[in-house]
């Protein structure tokens, strides 16, 4: 054995702290020292799990470590030799007595004692601390010390499978709990910090307003846990992130319960605990992905503990000196850090570096977020809203709780912006990259998975995007390209009996694309220029050269064929929702479609994509009170109160969560079409429109499904009811009403439920919700002044009170009724 190992365990022998006695000798050393699996597996340049198995029994160290590995158990028993067992106390008259009944031992060799009663049979229950046996903490007593009840106590090994399922709730029912993953109590391993380290709870779920009761719905989860006794619940394998603060005595404060904590106050030390190989990480979403580094997120009491600035510095000088500050700290344990300092950076080990193993963490900086240059912002632009507390102040607990709700949602972690956190996830759920291993090398290399999406321009000349040179050349001859769009500021006429209704109430579709994108076959690869195709019936992703001039439409609705609504005036391209939604509504005949680009190849890309989304987005908004199934009236008041969060910490995480989901399907949709205005040209073909996630025509798809999916419901709903509404934005309508509810609008059956494929209110996908009513007086003076009403969407409440004082008319300061995000939800 190498004199450098012993010198590292001589080194952390000299390190440990004084904790509580365990009976199981390995677990009852290392409590007892205060140390973690960790710091022992970095000392012996191993895996904490081959610790843990050391001390489970289920693997024994290896001929070369087991000589170090002895060393250091005799040294922690020489500083902390067992305690010896008292004798049970005798009182004629005891307050609390221990029943006339042997000590018995189970069949794993560990005590399971008779528990202190009191004189009335009651067991004697005391605040909850470590059980002598397991670490775990318990409020029952035998002999006066913490002990669990018989059979529940066991030093638990790791339970790889059971991680999983608790670091994907998105996946099980939603809990009306704090949307962080929060293990309590804590596992064996960890229990030495449980009893140092001041631990923040996550907060309790509050009920949410709603017009009546109403339970949230549980869901299945898709591989359920395996069932447990009922006792201490196991801690989750790894963690995305844990917040790191300081509590007012000087000691470290964790958000999760067990967490190791630094061993001291320094710079220095803080450094050292990064290293320690602690448990954070993402774990892959797919088994042909990748995961990802964790993260600790400071607080601004850990800024000051470790004598860091309390903002981000503002000079070149001063921002120099705290980089050197910090590589140096970082130096004394074998660290590095990034290149440059920020909100977010890196703090890394080499492999071969002294002081421990390769490890790799991401650290924020809570209160430095939306401070620094551009670039800097730019990379931690998505975690400034998810650190932001209600009050406004960027928060470092509230950051850990949402990140890891996020990550368990989604099953990545926040990017820098909601569309490159599309593509992650799109990347992360749907790997295009495989790693295969040569059999006669034993090298890695990595290959395309079947049906991945290609790099390099691949693009068609009429859907290659605003930007690209083959869309400029098309224009500037004066050929047509693709324009599949969300309905733009399209309006008619009011009718003789639209006009004399009193209101115009205002619904909007909810995560309208979610609605379109689950089964949606999409282009995957490049695509073949055709003459006279072949009709299939929609089942070929592509786009199609079509007349539909000359066919007749509902004059009450949108044209379903145009962003703008009105007819078109000759031939174009159009994607395959649209031509067979003309084809089988509207009797278009396919065989006069002369050429067409079509994908080599179609799949539902973005089917698992759309169910992480959705997942998340259904959980957050339940937690809100809207969930799946709600009675119209019912759902009308529990929407009124959803962003009503007060103090509750988990709705207003929900409520956060909520629009960061919605606005990263709308940013991963968009994204296809990314005109990155920031880069020139040339940059910008060489970085954007050669990767693989620049698909303009792939976003016409979703694009167009969305829109004829809403047609589609606003056709059957004037189909079943004569009603239609007057005037559309994107996926907000307009409708004329006789009361300031959309009650009216709602096609039913005979039992009072909701037709299917028509006009709804809900918040699932593709239902709707009530924006505002508005005086159809004030819509018509609109109209009048050649306004779309949409822009006074707004500006009214729900029953129709103004909320502003400005004029309708004025430009700019008016909303377009799609504010910043498709839907609105």
């Known amino acids: ?318 921002l120099t000196a705290l980089q050197a500050k910090l590589a140096k700290a970082a130096a004394t344990v074998g660290m590095e850090i990034s290149d440059q300092i920020g909100p977010s950076f890196h703090a890394f080990r080499r492999a071969g570096s002294a002081g421990g193993p390769k490890t790799s963490v991401r650290v924020t900086v809570a209160p430095w977020l939306g401070q620094g240059d551009g670039r800097q912002q730019a990379v931690s632009a998505l975690a400034a809203p998810l650190a932001t507390a209600p009050d406004g102040t960027k928060d470092g607990l509230t950051l850990a709780r949402r990140f890891r709700a996020f990550t368990a949602d989604l099953g990545v972690a926040p990017g820098a912006t909601t569309a490159s956190t599309a593509m992650l996830l799109l990347d992360a759920v749907r790997p295009r990259v495989e790693w295969v291993k040569d059999q006669v090398t034993g090298e890695w290399s990595a290959h395309p998975r079947e049906g991945a999406l290609p790099s390099g321009d691949l693009c068609v000349p009429p859907a290659a995007g605003a930007r690209h040179p083959l869309t400029r050349e098309l224009l500037s001859k004066g050929e047509a390209v693709c324009e599949e769009e969300d309905y733009k500021w399209w309006a008619r006429p009011l009718t003789d009996e639209e006009a004399r209704r009193p209101w115009a109430v205002a619904v909007d579709v909810c995560a309208s694309y979610l609605s379109v994108t689950d089964s949606l076959r999409l282009p995957v690869g490049p695509y073949k220029y055709v003459e006279n195709p072949a009709w299939d019936g929609g089942k070929t992703a592509g786009l199609w050269w079509c007349d539909f001039t000359g066919i007749e439409v509902d004059p009450l609705l949108p044209h379903p064929a145009t962003f703008h609504g009105q007819a078109p005036t000759g031939p174009g391209w159009y994607a395959t929702p649209t031509v067979a939604y003309m084809a089988t509504t509207y009797g278009f005949d396919p065989s006069t479609i002369t050429a067409a680009y079509l994908a080599a190849h179609t799949a539902p890309l973005l089917k698992e994509w759309t169910g992480r989304i959705r997942g998340g987005y259904k959980r957050t908004y339940a937690n809100l009170g809207l969930v799946d199934g709600q009675a119209p009236e019912e759902f009308l008041a529990a929407y009124a109160a959803h962003k009503d969060v007060g103090t509750d910490p988990v709705r207003a995480d929900a409520l956060v969560l909520a629009g960061t989901y919605k606005n990263v399907y709308k940013g991963g949709i968009g994204k296809w079409a990314d005109s990155a205005r920031h880069l020139d040209d040339q940059v910008w073909q060489e970085k954007v429109a050669a990767a693989w996630s620049y698909d303009p025509a792939l976003r016409f798809q979703v694009i167009a499904a969305a829109r004829i999916a809403a047609h589609r419901r606003l056709r059957k709903t004037l189909l079943l009811t004569g009603r239609a509404p007057f005037a559309v934005n994107v996926d907000s309508y307009l409708y004329a009403a006789d009361a300031p509810s959309p009650l009216e609008l709602l096609p039913v059956k005979d039992d009072g439920t909701p037709v299917p494929g028509a006009l709804r209110l809900g918040i699932a996908p593709g239902s709707h919700k009530h924006e505002s009513s508005i005086s159809l007086t004030a819509v018509v003076e609109a109209m009048e002044r050649r306004e779309h009403p949409s822009k006074l969407v707004h500006h009214y409440t729900t029953d129709g009170t103004p909320i502003d004082q400005e004029q309708p008319g004025t430009d700019g300061a008016v909303s377009t009724g799609n504010d910043d995000e498709e839907g609105g939800n």
């Not at 500083?79 to 307050?95: D, G, L, M, N």
């Not at 059980?131 to 035998?142: K, T």
């Not at 790889?160 to 704090?178: N, Y």
């Not at 000087?250 to 061993?263: E, K, S, V, Y």
């Open 1 to 318: 054995m190498s004199d450098d190992l012993f010198n590292s365990v001589d080194a952390l022998l000299a390190a440990v702290n004084t904790g509580l006695p365990v009976p199981a000798e390995r677990v009852r050393l290392r409590l007892a020292a205060g140390l973690t699996p960790a710091q022992i597996a970095a000392a012996l340049r191993v895996d904490s799990a081959q610790v843990l198995g050391w001390e489970d029994g289920s693997a024994v160290p290896g001929q070369d470590i087991a000589p170090a590995y002895a060393r250091l158990l005799a040294g922690l028993a020489e500083r902390f030799p067992a305690p010896e067992q008292p004798a049970a106390p005798v009182s004629s008259v005891p307050q609390a007595f221990t029943a006339p009944v042997p000590v018995q031992e189970a069949a794993d060799g560990l005590v399971v004692p008779v528990l202190d009663q009191n004189p009335d049979g009651s067991l004697v229950m005391g605040p909850a601390a470590p059980c002598v046996q397991c670490g775990q903490p318990s409020v029952y007593r035998a002999q006066g010390r913490p002990m669990h009840l018989g059979g529940f106590c066991r030093p638990a090994a790791p339970a790889p499978e059971a991680a999983v399922v608790t670091q994907q709730p998105a996946l099980q029912a939603p809990a009306p709990t704090a949307p962080a993953p929060v293990a309590a109590p804590a596992a064996p391993a960890a229990a030495a910090s449980v009893a140092s380290v001041s631990v923040r709870p996550a907060p309790t779920a509050s009920p949410a307003p709603s017009a009546r009761p109403c339970p949230v719905p549980a869901r299945t989860a898709t591989r359920p846990a395996a069932q447990r006794p009922a006792g201490p619940a196991a801690a989750p394998r790894w963690w995305p992130m844990v917040a790191l603060d300081a509590a007012e005595d000087g000691t470290w404060a964790l958000d999760i319960p067990g967490f190791p904590a630094p061993a001291g106050p320094k710079l220095g030390d803080w450094f050292a605990w990064l290293g320690t190989g602690l448990p954070l990480r993402v774990e892959r979403a797919h088994p042909a992905g990748r995961g990802g580094d964790g993260m600790v997120c400071l607080t601004a009491g850990t800024l000051k503990q470790l004598g860091l600035p309390a903002a981000l510095p503002t000079t070149e000088k001063a």
